[in-house]
Each structure stands twice: as C-alpha cells, then as structure tokens.
Nanobody
Framework: VQFVETGGGLVHPGGSLRLSCAAS????????MSWYRQAPGKERELVAG????????NYADSVKGRFTISRDNAKNTVYLQMSSLKPEDTAVYYC???????????WGPGTQVTVSS
C-alpha cells in the first residue's frame, strides 16, 4: 500500500488549494477514500470521506461548505479542493482508504498546508 500526497503550500487566509493523493497497492476503485490532517501538537483528525460507488461524502463540521473531496478512479487519485482557507486549517494533510476511519495503518508522507498572512 502506498499513498503520495501533493499540492500543499503556503496560502493567505481566504485562499484556495487543491490537494492530490495517488494511491496504489489495493483496489482503489472499490475502496472508500478519505483525507485527514494533523496540526502541531494535535491528534490526526478526519477531514472528509468519499464512498466508492454511491459517492456519498462526509465532512468534518469545521470544513463543511469549504472543502470538497473527489476522486478519479482511472488515475487512482483522490483530491481535496480547499477554499476559504483559515489559519486553523494549517496542518499536514494525509489520505487513506476508508470512509470514516483509516483502513490501513500505513500513512504516506503527507503534504504541508500553511495558511498565514
């Protein structure tokens, strides 16, 4: 199993970023996928989940209406479109399989998102 997250960076409050996660080593097309984040000194938390067939989604209350999770099964890639970013969104972002909890214990390197003026 492998996850490679990209697309992070430094952005001003109110800005946008699109994160990508390339996954391999399991049947991506039939797996729910999710994004997580971990801020300094805090535990990793679920940000968003997306089922494989129904395409049902769930979002943390803190990001509802601002973040959108999507996927491209042909590319084995899951995305996280983030808009109206806030300083409290600053964290390392990770992806994993699963809808509301991580299916695998393995985590990729993550991608750093810093929201600051």
């Amino acid at each position: 199993v492998q996850f490679v997250e990209t697309g992070g960076g430094l952005v001003h409050p109110g800005g946008s970023l699109r994160l990508s996660c390339a996954a391999s080593g399991f049947t991506f097309s039939s797996s729910a996928m999710s994004w997580y984040r971990q801020a300094p000194g805090k535990e990793r938390e679920l940000v968003a989940g997306l089922r494989s067939v129904s395409r049902a989604t769930n979002y943390a209350d803190s990001v509802k209406g601002r973040f959108t999770i999507s996927r491209d099964n042909a590319k084995n890639t899951v995305y996280l479109q983030m808009s109206s970013l806030k300083p409290e969104d600053t964290a390392v972002y990770y992806c994993n399989a699963g809808y509301s909890s991580n299916l695998f214990d393995y985590w990729g390197p993550g991608t750093q998102v810093t929201v600051s003026s």
